[in-house]
């Protein structure tokens, strides 16, 4: 298979940091790796970490809730970060490429998790977009979220959450950290601002990250 598709504080990065780096110097070093697993793709310095992290491992999935194989990888994913708490801490991208309707998910996303709410889940959102419920604006994904039972007050906070600055923010932020890794596609998982796993298979992808975690675990 190809490649394909905590609040504002932790996550906005400047766009200075982000493009510090030079795509021109990552590299496919791949036979520094075991052939068994994914491609990798080795940024010469990491990028978008949070350094003041140092117990356990960041990862970033680059995603979409637009994208088909991202519904499937997610309950594989998160299984794995489950099994893996207390080394590593996924963070999860949604990334637009650009496009209006992936931009609005993105938005959802972050909104949800600007007002703290883990209901409705990441599954429920998914199941939303390929069942075609309109969530692609702010009243649409607002009369969604009454249909999961949200008070009139948690769809007020929800609104306000939509149209910040730090959702925005949030939200190009993102986009940027996708365009430094030269992500193409979803979903791709990033391990320590440095590993980008191409995706071959979804089993594939998951044992390349425990091989990668496990590196730089050892190393510390």
Same mark, same amino acid.
């Given at each position: ?7 504002f504080?932790?996550l906005?990065l400047?766009a200075?940091l982000l493009f ?5 110097n990552?590299t496919d070093n791949?036979?520094n790796?075991p !052939?068994d697993?994914?491609?990798i ?5 990491a ?5 003041a992290n140092?117990? !356990? ?5 680059f995603f979409?809730y637009a ?11 998160n299984?794995?970060?489950e099994?893996?708490k207390n ?7 949604p990334?637009?490429f650009?496009?209006?309707a ?8 972050y909104?949800l ?6 209901n ?5 959102i998914f199941d ?5 419920k309109?969530? @692609?604006?702010?009243n649409?994904?607002a009369?969604?979220l ?9 769809? !007020?906070?929800f !609104?306000v959450? @939509?149209?910040s600055?730090?959702v925005?923010?949030?939200v190009s932020?993102s986009?940027k950290?996708?365009q430094a890794f030269?992500?193409s596609?979803?979903p791709t998982l990033v391990?320590?601002?440095k590993y980008?796993?191409?995706t071959t ?7 390349t990250?425990?091989?990668?975690v496990?590196k730089?675990?050892?190393k510390?």
């Amino acid at each position: 298979m190809k490649n394909f598709c905590n609040t504002f504080c932790c996550l906005a990065l400047s766009a200075s940091l982000l493009f510090s780096a030079n795509i021109a110097n990552a590299t496919d070093n791949n036979s520094n790796f075991p !052939k068994d697993l994914s491609p990798i793709k080795t940024m010469q310095n990491a990028i978008g970490v949070d350094e003041a992290n140092t117990k !356990k491992i960041e990862i970033f999935e680059f995603f979409s809730y637009a994208c088909s194989h991202c519904n499937d990888f997610s309950p594989k994913l998160n299984a794995w970060t489950e099994k893996n708490k207390n080394l590593v801490e996924v963070k999860k991208m949604p990334v637009s490429f650009n496009r209006t309707a992936m931009k609005a998910l993105a938005k959802l996303h972050y909104a949800l998790q600007t007002v703290g709410k883990n209901n409705p889940a990441e599954a429920k959102i998914f199941d939303a977009v390929f069942s075609r419920k309109n969530v @692609y604006n702010e009243n649409a994904a607002a009369e969604w979220l009454k249909t999961q039972g949200w008070s009139d007050q948690e769809i !007020k906070d929800f !609104k306000v959450a @939509y149209n910040s600055f730090g959702v925005n923010s949030l939200v190009s932020n993102s986009d940027k950290l996708a365009q430094a890794f030269d992500i193409s596609g979803t979903p791709t998982l990033v391990v320590a601002g440095k590993y980008v796993i191409e995706t071959t298979n979804f089993d594939q992808v998951l044992k390349t990250a425990d091989f990668l975690v496990n590196k730089i675990q050892s190393k510390k």
